[in-house]
């Protein structure tokens, strides 16, 4: 019953879409039908301003992070469910139930679930991230480029081998939602940050 409720708090949470809510409350625009129609931090701050794509991205992170947090308060040495509840709040995000499954990209959710279970991945991972864009400009970049790094760490740092089967499956599923960055990456015609 813990389980199960565990599981779809954190895809309800997951699902909480920041980006859109934000955006249509302090700029009176839906960031869906701007930029590249995104709904994460990186297209809000193209549409809404830096600040605003900053506490997007914070919001993000905290819903994926606050889910993980509860389980592992509640059933402590349950690490597989520790890692499933971080992935429901990860498929909450790219697939919520208030947009009729169209959501985000996972990366700052990700990040979040990940600051919580492995924190040096995460961490590792995050620089990577804004190094790579500070300097390319290409968010895309920085978040594949974060991904690898943060499963690499994870690997050697995890308390638990599920956590780090998890950031790697995490990592995979970035790679999944990113496709069709990647194809423009491969064409030289990705957006700029």
């Not at 970049?141 to 599920?162: C, I, K, Q």
Request: proline share 3%; hydrophobic share 60%; aromatic share 8%.
């Amino acid at each position: 019953m813990h389980a199960a409720a565990l599981l779809l708090l954190g895809y309800l949470a997951g699902s909480v879409p920041f980006g859109v809510l934000l955006t249509r409350w302090f700029r009176g625009v839906d960031v869906r039908q701007s930029g590249s129609g995104n709904i994460g931090a990186t297209n809000v701050t193209r549409v809404a301003g830096k600040k605003l794509g900053a506490v997007v991205l914070l919001l993000d992170a905290l819903k994926g992070a606050l889910a993980v947090v509860l389980a592992l308060w509640l059933v402590p040495e349950a690490p597989r469910l520790h890692a499933a509840v971080g992935l429901a709040a990860f498929l909450g995000h790219v697939y919520p139930v208030w947009l009729k499954l169209h959501g985000g990209k996972g990366v700052a959710t990700a990040l979040g679930v990940l600051v919580v279970l492995v924190p040096l991945g995460a961490l590792a991972g995050a620089l990577v991230y804004a190094g790579l864009v500070a300097a390319w400009r290409v968010s895309s970049v920085g978040s594949l480029a974060g991904g690898v790094t943060a499963v690499a760490v994870a690997s050697l740092t995890a308390r638990a081998p599920e956590y780090a089967w998890l950031s790697a499956l995490l990592f995979a599923l970035i790679v999944w939602t990113h496709r069709s960055n990647i194809q423009r990456l491969l064409r030289h015609t990705e957006r700029r940050f």
